[in-house]
């Protein structure tokens, strides 16, 4: 029988699927006044979104046919395909500009953005290298640095798009799983302050970071030019008050907040559903985090350690993602371009994000089956 079928975490299914109609509804609402001066159907981001989800699902589904331990078997050779489309995406008349950004691969007539698909990647390549290389990490400098150089060549590829935000998921998330790994604290705090000062420094020689930096810090006092983007949001979550302006009657919608259904549509479900809706998303991103470690520690108990890091991984994912994001919409954290993982508009981020998904419930699966297995075979000894 199929594992989609039986030994599924029902509870974390439910609350991805919530976000996942919410986010749809959110995409619809506020997207339609964009939608309609552009294409004339206030719709059109809709059916692209419900396209994307659907696609999304269904790669979801068939993934959950395969075992862990093919993705383990798999995973270098995934990695260097993921590395490769990186590189054509910087190839002039390859790579798609959008924005500024040359971040995306055509598709017939899909835009796919491999930034997005290089942090699962990353994630099942560095499972494999900490079982691998077990000892090395734990004892050496080596083993560290061996893993930190792969990261850094795959960030330099993103930081070329440009991708500064998806550069610091990656960061952040490598080094977490190292840390979890047991790398030497000492060894781990060094690196932590190698990156923080490294990407400190990409913000102050780029004139359009550094330009983010000073209207995050004080949007207020340009807020028509560089604090436009937001102030707008502020005044958006700032509308929503307790129970919102009421599903579909956002203001700042209409035109006035840039990238409302992509990288702020936070900012629009404050405004709409107030602060019961926020409180309702950040809970359930909030267990979904929680879950993935759940999942992964229990895989950890059971021995299975490249499951485990794999859970670690896209727990880790999700909540960096999450938290940058909803910092962005809230003036905590400088502009990111960093959607929100299962709601903002997007194919690229909603693929990857049902794909981690399952194999989160694949790892859940496999747990229940090894403890299945080892229920039977002690009765077996009692027989």
């Not at 949001?233 to 919102?244: F, P, S, V």
């Not at 629009?268 to 809706?277: D, P, S, T």
Request: with cysteine; aromatic share 12%; net charge positive.
């Amino acid at each position: 029988m199929p594992p989609f079928i039986i030994h599924f975490d029902k509870k974390l299914i439910f609350a991805c699927l919530i976000l996942l109609l919410l986010g749809l509804v959110m995409v619809a609402s506020t997207s339609m006044t964009l939608a309609q001066k552009q294409f004339a159907d206030p719709l059109h981001y809709f059916w692209k979104q419900l396209h994307y989800t659907g696609l999304g699902l269904s790669l979801a589904i068939i993934a959950l046919f395969f075992p862990i331990h093919l993705w383990r078997i798999l995973s270098v050779f995934l990695l260097l395909f993921g590395i490769i489309l990186l590189i054509l995406v910087l190839i002039p008349g390859v790579g798609h500009v959008v924005n500024g950004s040359m971040r995306w691969l055509n598709f017939g007539g899909f835009n796919f953005q491999p930034s997005e698909l290089i942090k699962l990647l990353m994630i099942l390549y560095l499972s494999g290298y900490l079982i691998r290389r077990s000892q090395a990490v734990r004892e050496s400098l080596r083993g560290f640095i061996n893993a930190m150089a792969v990261l850094i060549f795959i960030s330099s590829l993103i930081l070329l798009e440009p991708d500064y935000g998806t550069t610091i998921v990656l960061f952040a998330t490598a080094l977490g799983m190292l840390f979890l790994a047991g790398v030497p604290i000492q060894q781990f705090v060094l690196w932590v302050f190698i990156v923080s000062i490294t990407l400190s420094l990409l913000i102050l020689l780029a004139p359009y970071r550094l330009e983010r930096l000073t209207a995050f810090m004080n949007p207020w006092a340009d807020p028509f030019n560089s604090g436009f983007q937001l102030t707008q949001a502020l005044i958006a979550i700032g509308r929503g008050e307790l129970w919102g302006v009421g599903l579909g009657n956002s203001v700042q919608k209409l035109t006035y907040l840039p990238e409302a259904h992509t990288d702020f549509l936070f900012a629009i479900l404050a405004e709409e559903l107030g602060l019961v809706g926020v409180v309702l998303v950040i809970g359930l991103f909030g267990f979904i985090v929680l879950r993935a470690f759940a999942i992964a520690i229990q895989a950890e108990r059971q021995g299975l350690h490249y499951s485990a890091y794999v859970g670690y991984g896209i727990g880790l994912t999700f909540g960096l993602q999450t938290s940058i994001n909803l910092g962005v919409n809230m003036g905590l954290l400088p502009t990111k371009g960093l959607t929100l993982p299962f709601m903002s508009y997007g194919g690229s981020s909603m693929i990857v994000t049902c794909l981690m998904l399952a194999l989160l419930l694949r790892i859940d699966y496999e747990i229940q089956q090894h403890l299945h297995q080892q229920k039977a075979g002690q009765n077996n000894q009692f027989k």
